[in-house]
């Protein structure tokens, strides 16, 4: 497969705009001894930014295969020391790992959150048009995409993550540098249901009051939050995320609400689907306005606009039943989360 480097990513000076994997076996930036494979350089065609991936020997594109984006530090971090604290995991556990080039991480923590938030938000679509065009190469599961934050490359790892529920399914930050003002586009977004993992150094001075500055800030949000408070937290000691990331898959189930407008020319018709980690064995919707539907896609038609919160119950697994909530605006179509709620509260309160 051929693949593009970007010129302002270059660390072989023979590089040309398009390279050859023969090439690319030649240049010990892409070389890690302790895995069989090549750390591949990719270019995003988007904004033409350069992210590195590793694909474990396992890979098979029959399978749908979990993808961990890991967001690198400032200097002396960079994406490919960051993809080399992963690969070795890849390697074992079976997933797809990627480092995409960041700028916000570069910024100084001083420069306060009105030069950090632009940044931010340019490394947010760089992150996702990275997710899209592995998708198009490659076999991932919609439901098993995760990132991680270590240090400087956190915020932008948080950020993104809970502003893209219906990508990530969970987030993972280890000794995360933290400023709540970064933040503020971000709250109407946090959805409870989301897993987030901080994993810091408790008795660091600056590190540890940062990460306890983001698990406060995440607490008060009432996310489904996991806090590691810790010894020394090595950038090259990966495990507690990874464990992390397993948790989820077996324990925590990933449900999302989607609205689409009907097929009809009535601007108030919504089809409902869910998007699961699992097969739903029974569906109970609650269309906000005294209407249910058992159906698994249901199409209902509201008497006139407004605010509607959508919920939805379903069976799993041994029967235990989970509860999504929704604030829907009708007829714009968009979906906004209800925060707060547990799923045995959503349960409780909202059954009628």
């Avoid at 705009?17 to 065609?45: H, K, M, T, W």
């Avoid at 690969?87 to 995409?100: D, I, M």
């Avoid at 806090?227 to 995320?241: H, L, Y």
Wanted: proline letters at 7%; a negative charge; one cysteine or more.
């Amino acid at each position: 497969m051929m693949v593009t480097a970007d010129s302002g990513y270059r660390r072989c000076h023979l590089f040309t705009a398009l390279i050859s994997l023969s090439f690319v076996a030649g240049c010990s930036q892409y070389i890690d001894p302790n895995v069989p494979e090549l750390i591949r350089p990719y270019a995003e065609p988007e904004f033409g930014r350069e992210y590195l991936l590793y694909r474990p020997s396992s890979y098979d594109k029959q399978d749908a295969w979990p993808l961990i984006v890991v967001c690198a530090g400032a200097f002396p971090d960079s994406p490919n020391q960051r993809i080399r604290a992963w690969t070795q995991h890849a390697e074992k556990s079976g997933f797809l790992v990627a480092a995409p080039t960041l700028e916000g991480n570069r910024a100084s923590w001083l420069s306060g959150a009105a030069k950090q938030i632009p940044q931010q938000r340019e490394d947010e679509k760089r992150i996702l048009s990275t997710i899209r065009h592995i998708r198009a190469g490659h076999n991932v599961s919609n439901d098993r995409i995760f990132i991680h934050g270590w240090s400087g490359g956190a915020p932008v790892a948080l950020r993104t993550g809970l502003r893209h529920p219906d990508v990530f399914r969970a987030v993972a930050l280890s000794q995360p540098r933290f400023d709540e003002a970064c933040l503020a586009d971000t709250e109407a977004l946090v959805d409870r249901n989301q897993p987030v993992f901080v994993h810091y150094d408790v008795s660091d001075v600056i590190t540890g009051k940062q990460g306890r500055g983001c698990v406060e800030w995440l607490r008060s949000r009432v996310v489904n939050l996991v806090d590691s408070p810790f010894g020394t937290v090595r950038p090259d000691e990966m495990q507690p995320a990874v464990e992390f990331f397993e948790h989820v898959v077996r324990k925590v189930p990933w449900i999302r609400i989607r609205a689409i407008p009907g097929e009809s020319d009535n601007p108030l018709e919504v089809r409902f689907k869910l998007r699961c980690s699992f097969g739903p064995t029974r569906y109970r919707w609650d269309f906000g306005d005294g209407e249910f539907s058992s159906e698994a896609e249901p199409v209902h038609s509201y008497a006139e606009p407004g605010n509607y919160v959508v919920s939805v119950s379903i069976d799993g697994s041994g029967g235990r039943e989970h509860t999504r909530s929704v604030l829907l605006s009708v007829p714009e179509g968009v979906l906004t989360n209800v925060a707060g709620l547990s799923d045995a509260e959503q349960s409780n309160s909202e059954r009628p």
